[in-house]
């Protein structure tokens, strides 16, 4: 008889205690920050400034000002292209597994004179693995300075609003559009923005990212349209 009690005890207290690590385990996954990837090049990957000053550490900093519980990644790279950035997602998608994805790609294809379509083919093929992944995508739109020709130029630009209507992705048309006006803001290459112009960066932006991060916003499922 006392043996037979403390057997169900045992069993009683195994019970329990699966419980509670079950119970733990999906508290755990409840409390869990969904992610917001960036995906960039030099303009987002804090070049030639202090670590912790870029756009995309401020953007963490107003998140968590604002109480919008999200976990960022910074996946940018200096001399990133739209193919180096196709490349490494599917890698970034698995392990981060992303609810917002910010695509901050082209200006060193324009750099490089690669071709607009392979640009193009590039960034529409990000946008759909990201959305494929349950994400919704922001869209950050370039601009070439004027030396590489007027008809060059709005083509390039043309790739991001075509893209954009095409895949109801919504888009910040043009992500130097507060600072291209202010050389101080640059550095001495005139092509990257100092650490004084970040926080415009991130106000360029903004507007844009805020309403994938409102509580309730659905991730982005609508089939691109070709």
Do not use: C
Request: net charge positive; glycine share 8%; charged share 20%.
């Amino acid at each position: 008889m006392g043996n037979s009690i403390w057997r169900q005890l045992r069993r009683i207290a195994l019970v329990a205690g699966l419980g509670l690590v079950s119970l733990a385990a999906s508290v755990s996954t409840a409390v869990a920050a969904p992610s917001l990837l960036v995906l960039g090049d030099s303009l987002s990957a804090e070049y030639g400034i202090a670590r912790g000053t870029g756009w995309v550490k401020l953007l963490e900093d107003r998140l968590r000002a604002q109480r919008l519980d999200y976990s960022v990644v910074n996946a940018s790279v200096s001399g990133e292209t739209t193919v180096g950035g196709k490349t490494r997602l599917p890698a970034l998608l698995a392990r981060e597994r992303p609810a917002v994805v910010v695509v901050e790609l082209g200006a060193n294809d324009a750099l490089r004179g690669l071709p607009l379509q392979n640009t193009e083919a590039n960034l529409r093929s990000i946008v759909d693995s990201a959305r494929q992944a349950g994400a919704s995508v922001l869209l950050v739109g370039m601009r070439v300075p004027p030396n590489y020709g007027q008809d060059y130029a709005e083509r390039f630009h043309a790739v991001y609003t075509r893209l954009a209507e095409e895949t109801r992705v919504p888009l910040v048309p043009f992500f130097l559009e507060k600072i291209v006006d202010r050389p101080d803001w640059f550095q001495r290459d005139r092509l990257h923005p100092t650490a004084a112009a970040q926080a415009a960066l991130l106000d360029t932006v903004w507007p844009q990212l805020a309403p994938l991060l409102q509580p309730g916003a659905r991730p982005q499922k609508t089939s691109a349209r070709r």
